[in-house]
């Protein structure tokens, strides 16, 4: 597949230039969201940093608040989102955590849209910044060494569950993980899956592997699929699950193609809810969200039918980025994005209320 969009300088600069390009979008106020929701959303910012792995790891937390005074946290992004309170006190009850991983290219505000839902309804949602996989800082190597991510989950939480301002407010009982493309694969990962790099160097090789390696974000990073790689995921970074976390939604999960048998999913012992789009042409559902379903025993799987492609689950855009970057913003005449993320923030918000209750 040719080179599908445009390079990490020309993508920040059309990101950031279409912050200040013209648009009809009116924001809501946090008075009207909270006329449709419980909780008003707190943001905040931590710079963390793995000293052992050497590692910087940005984490944005959302937060249920009161706060309906300070300024909007979200009028900095080109994108269609709900009023935040930067840095606003949080409701003193104890409340489920979920975490959030974006995919390649993508970054912590990437799924936004979602952790929106998620605390408007009682959560609070933590995303990180997978360091050197987002979209200002791409080293090709680093999305082979998928093991990093699932790595950078298990950090935060260790420190986000003993961070002074949100250890008493999380249930440390109820914990979730969601992620979207190679970051539904984190979430898998984290679930018990095990990934077998044999098999993802052996698909490389095929006519579907070469489409599903050649990333737009990348090019074709499967010749970063070394012996030396393989040999370290397979055995230095086989089993990445942490126990902590009891509830899991992959959306448009990436690298279906590195597992083959039930048996790499035995340690799957809680509920996964699996979302595929049936015209994803990047993260195709028959290798990828159905053939994980189709392997993993205690999965749900639903799909978006119609001419529903991959990056539906990024958020929606205003028209200054929409323009800009319609690869990833414009969806097809027929498919509208905010009424898609209406009704997967609905199945979201019920599967972690039912698995985390």
Known sequence: MNKRIFTTISILVIFLNSCNIGDDYKPISHLEFLKTHRYNIGQTTLELNDEERN??????????????????????????????SRDADIVPENFPLILLSHGTGGN???????????????NIVVAVDHYGNTLDNKIPENFVKIWDRPMDISFTLDKILGNPKFQSSIDSTKIGMA??????HTTIALAGGIIDYNLLKEFSTTVEGKNEF??????????????????????KYKNLKDSRIIAFLAMAPALGQGFSQESQFIAIENPLLIIGAANDLLTPVKTN??????????????????NVGHYIF?????????????IVFKDDKNVDRKELHNKISKMAIEFFSKELK
């Open 55 to 84: 590692r910087p790891i940005k984490v944005e937390i959302w937060y249920p608040t009161k706060d309906t005074l300070k300024s909007n946290g979200t009028l900095q992004y080109p994108f269609k989102l709900p009023p935040t």
């Open 108 to 122: 912590r505000i990437s799924q936004m849209w979602l952790a929106s839902e998620l605390v408007g309804n009682g």
């Open 179 to 184: 992620g979207f493309s190679l970051g539904g």
């Open 214 to 235: 050649d990333l737009p974000e990348l090019g074709d990073v499967s010749q970063f699929v070394t012996p030396s790689i393989i040999e370290m995921g397979n055995k």
């Open 289 to 306: 969200a159905k053939h994980y379903n189709n392997l993993i025993a205690n999965s749900q799987y639903f799909q978006l039918e119609g």
């Open 314 to 326: 990024m958020n929606e855009a205003q028209n200054g980025l929409k323009r800009n970057a319609p």
